[in-house]
């Protein structure tokens, strides 16, 4: 019976190393000159050893063979090998996915029977293993600005994988997680077949370590908030400017205010005293009622030329002191607070015209 065996284990070796050698060469026979022909025979060799090694069930030993191998020539019996390999060792979780990744390729057309056997043995193992792979999810209590360094069995992982659930293979597990300015964290955890757990870990700062500077601002920068603050300095002035400027118009609108309203009154005054003579008795001709009625117009118009005086005059002089200034000299202040009060006043009627102006 063990005669038996050692011929069917010779049989399968020998099957085995055919298709390794067709599936290595077959790709590359118009290429296999130089570097590439050496390259394509110690895959060859490599993937011999390691397939023996792999049926003789001495994978640890075959998984190393099979690896380089595989880095140097794509095989997928040799990737059915290394898959079942690394599960049989330990690796589920590499295992799987070089099982994965032999399965995503299309079995070819006319495939041969160790390549057909190949994907059955990939499809059987990877059904077995993968409901059994554990997994651990990861928690950092930590700010959410700290660069996180993360390390599972001292290889590095993506800081990406915290809160997922990451699958591992079964056994003893060390897990550390680290970034600048805190202490270091670390948690052990034991997975067993098929289980899922969840270990957190807390950063704490570190009380020795450095502040940190704040970062110089760019002159870029610093050139607007200059320039921002000298336009905030620069803003009460100019509304300053803009507010005298703006009492002096009033000033000017009062004292044209003033010029209307003495002239039509007196006009008003000149007109009164004609009619008075032509109305003997204040009764007025037909043909004097004409200058009646724009005598009377004059008044109107005299009584609004002082009303725009005395509200210019009251507007420029409040505008005068917000404008923010020094204050005027007492000569200056004295006639706007006056000018301020004045009441126009101003009123015509046959043989009465009045105009003057109380402060």
């Keep these: 019976m063990n005669a038996h065996k050692l011929t069917w284990s010779s049989r399968s070796t020998l099957v085995a190393s055919l298709a390794l050698g067709s599936a290595l060469c077959v790709p590359r026979v118009a290429h296999a000159e130089g570097d590439e022909a050496a390259e394509t025979a110690a895959a060859r060799q490599l993937a011999v050893d390691g397939v023996k090694l792999a049926q003789a069930d001495q994978c640890s030993d075959a998984v190393d063979k099979l690896e380089r191998a595989e880095k140097l020539k794509h095989s997928p019996i040799v990737l059915r090998y290394l898959g079942e390999c690394q599960v049989k060792v330990g690796r589920w979780v590499e295992g799987s996915e070089s099982l ?4 995503r390729e299309p079995l070819p057309e006319n495939a041969t029977p160790a390549l057909e056997q190949a994907y059955d043995s990939a499809a059987n193992t990877l059904r077995d293993v993968k409901p059994r792979i554990p997994s651990m999810r990861l928690v950092v ?14 290889k590095d992982v993506a800081a990406t994988v915290v809160g997922v659930a990451l699958p591992t293979d079964p056994g003893d597990h060390q897990i550390e997680v680290s970034a600048p300015g805190f ?17 957190t870990l807390e950063l704490k700062r570190d009380p020795n370590a450095p502040l940190a500077k704040a970062a110089p601002v760019p002159a870029a920068a610093a050139a607007p908030q ?4 000298r336009a905030s300095e620069a803003a009460p002035v100019e509304h300053s400017h803009v507010t005298r400027a703006l009492s002096y118009v009033s000033y000017g609108v009062a004292a044209v205010g003033l010029g209307v309203g003495i002239a039509f009154g007196q006009s008003a005054m000149s007109d009164e005293k004609s009619l008075h003579n032509s109305c003997p008795g204040r009764i007025c001709t037909p043909d004097q009622q004409s200058t009646l009625d724009f005598a009377k117009t004059k008044g109107t118009i005299s009584t609004v030329g002082f009303a725009v005086a005395g509200g210019g005059a009251a507007l420029g002089t409040i505008l005068f ?4 200034d020094s204050a005027p000299s007492k000569n200056a202040s004295a006639a706007p607070a006056r000018s301020a009060s004045l009441h126009p006043r ?8 009045t105009v003057g102006a109380d402060f």
């Design 100 to 103: 994965r990744k032999l399965l």
């Design 141 to 154: 209590n930590a700010p959410h600005d700290a660069d996180l360094k993360l390390k599972v069995d001292g």
């Design 183 to 199: 202490l270091k964290a670390t948690s052990s955890v034991k997975l067993a077949a098929g289980a899922s757990t969840t270990v």
């Design 226 to 229: 200059a320039t921002s603050a």
């Design 321 to 324: 002191f917000t404008s923010g």
């Design 346 to 353: 101003a009123a015509i009627g046959l043989g009465n015209v």
